[in-house]
């Protein structure tokens, strides 16, 4: 088993900074991908960023120049600095293991799950 724990989220003024960080413990698997996704009231989740082992990005157009997805691997920890945030970033924020080393966007990719975070952005 692994297991996933985020912390970092709050509340925050539009044009401000959180960063989210995702602590893995357990059976982790280092060589796997890890995901950001998040999830707004009514609608699904949707894929924030990803990173795999060596540092390799992807990053959702919708966040692209905005937010940025690193990880510590001797830490076990991802991270998400997300900068000039808008109202529209509110949202439950998820962090996952992928089932593998590249990088998907689709959740079903991912084997384990966070139990997430609050983020939300004041106008």
């Known amino acids: 088993q692994v297991q996933l724990v985020e912390s970092g989220g709050g509340l925050v003024q539009a044009g401000g900074s959180l960063r989210l960080s995702c602590a893995a413990s357990g059976h982790t698997v280092s060589s796997r991908a890890m995901g950001w996704f998040r999830q707004a009231p009514g609608k699904e989740r949707e894929f924030v960023a990803a990173v795999t082992w060596t540092g390799g990005t992807s990053v959702a157009d919708s966040v692209k120049g905005r937010f940025t997805i690193s990880r510590d691997n001797a830490k076990n920890t991802v991270y998400l600095q997300m900068n000039k945030l808008k109202p529209e970033d509110t949202a439950v924020y998820y962090c996952?293991?992928?089932?593998?080393?590249?990088?998907?966007?689709?959740?079903?990719?991912?084997?384990?799950w966070g139990q997430g975070t609050q983020v939300t952005v004041s106008s």
């Open positions: 996952a293991q992928g089932g593998g080393p590249s990088i998907a966007t689709m959740p079903s990719a991912y084997d384990y």
